[in-house]
């Protein structure tokens, strides 16, 4: 199997990363998650703008521009044969003496490697519970940085009080889930949380919003509170990864009458569609 790094195609195994690689030590860089249907990445070039976005926000150079990067990726995923997988992107800003200060000469280290996925298929026609949990992050969570610390521990607490998943609430209002976006549909319409530094930007939301557009469903970019996400008649979590999640339960109380609702439905219709 092959990985990228730095530009270059290699084996898995001559890929090694330095013990004082700013990522490794201080979290010191950003990352991206591509899915491939069919042999083909989705929405990568958005992906990929979000990624330089990222990488620009953190002062990280990104040697590669997004045309290239989409070159080298796509010959990664023909390379390994990835029908069905993802590409996990890496860009740190390299190995360096450690000092927080950022060095004068290290170069970024930019790594790629291919991963087979399959659909959640089970999660998304069954639904998922989740806990709420307070969104303890930094104020940049736009960013797509390495810093998963927070998202890590609050997900393995749902999974200790045997729920799915987390999802973040900061002064009462929903923000996001660990590694998605949350969307509820109160009489018809659809709520999302405002693009800004409190959520990343999901790709997957964005075009669930365009989709929305397209398919005549009313939604807005309009944050909710628990209480109203309580009292949503449908809740649903967007992801690369989960796609379209429905969300049946929030701290063990039915969302709806507990099935996975309509209009979700008709978003992982609308998705699945964009995908062929
Ligand atoms: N996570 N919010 C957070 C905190 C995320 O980590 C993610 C994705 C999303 C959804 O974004 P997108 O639709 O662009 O995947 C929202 C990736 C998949 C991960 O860390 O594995």
Redesign the pocket.
């Known amino acids: 199997e092959s990985v990228i790094m730095n530009g270059e195609l290699r084996n898995r195994d001559q890929c090694l990363i330095s013990f004082e690689d700013r990522g490794y030590q201080f979290g010191d860089g950003v ?1 991206e ?1 591509i899915r491939v249907y069919g042999g083909r990445p989705f929405l990568m070039e958005e ?1 990929l703008h ?1 990624f330089k976005r990222s990488a620009d926000e953190l002062k990280i150079r990104l040697a590669w521009d997004e045309q290239e990067l989409a070159l080298m990726f796509n010959e990664l995923v023909a390379v390994n044969e990835v029908m069905d997988g993802k590409i996990y992107v890496q860009l740190t800003r390299g190995a360096a003496k450690r000092d927080h200060l950022f060095p004068g000469q290290a170069e970024p280290v930019l790594i790629a490697y291919t991963d087979p996925a399959s659909r959640p298929l089970d999660k998304m026609n069954k639904g998922i519970r989740v806990m709420t949990v307070d969104d303890i992050r930094w104020l940049r ?1 736009d960013i ?1 940085s390495l810093n ?1 610390l927070p ?1 890590v521990l609050v997900r393995q607490q749902a999974h200790d009080a045997g729920a799915d998943d987390a999802i973040f609430v900061r002064n009462g209002i929903v923000t ?6 949350v969307f509820g549909v109160k009489d018809g319409i659809c709520y999302t949380h405002p693009a800004g530094n409190l ?2 930007n ?4 964005q075009k669930l919003l365009q989709l929305a557009e397209a398919h005549g469903i009313a939604c807005v970019e309009q944050a909710f509170t628990r209480d109203q996400l309580l009292e949503m008649d449908e809740v649903f979590i ?4 989960s796609e379209v999640t429905p969300v049946i339960a929030v701290d063990g109380q039915p969302i709806g009458n507990g099935k996975p609702g309509a209009i979700t439905a008709k978003f992982q219709e609308a998705l699945a569609e964009a995908v062929r």
Do not use: A, D, F, Q
Request: charged share 15%.
């Open positions: 990352y998650v992906h979000r969570v797509k998963l998202n996001e889930g660990s590694s998605s976006n959520i990343l999901g790709i997957t939301r967007s992801g690369t990864i």
